[in-house]
């Protein structure tokens, strides 16, 4: 991917937040790198992996 960036003035008079999301990223301003990390703080126990069935009752 080939990404240009052309840098010019920016001028932020007021900046009003209305809501954050879990994973969000506010930037105002000039950054050489943004590196983003996650991390799952659910314990494994309560983790559902595998098929899934049905709950009906047989008859």
């Given at each position: 991917?080939?990404?240009?960036?052309?840098?010019?003035?920016?001028?932020?008079?007021?900046?009003?937040?209305?809501?954050?999301?879990?994973?969000?990223?506010?930037?105002?301003?000039d950054a050489n790198t943004i590196?983003?990390?996650?991390?799952?703080?659910?314990?494994?126990?309560?983790?559902?992996?595998?098929?899934?069935?049905?709950?009906?009752?047989?008859?």
């Amino acid at each position: 991917m080939d990404l240009q960036v052309i840098n010019r003035e920016l001028c932020v008079n007021t900046l009003k937040i209305d809501a954050v999301a879990s994973s969000s990223l506010l930037l105002i301003g000039d950054a050489n790198t943004i590196q983003l990390a996650s991390t799952f703080d659910t314990p494994a126990e309560s983790l559902i992996i595998g098929p899934f069935v049905p709950l009906t009752p047989k008859g």
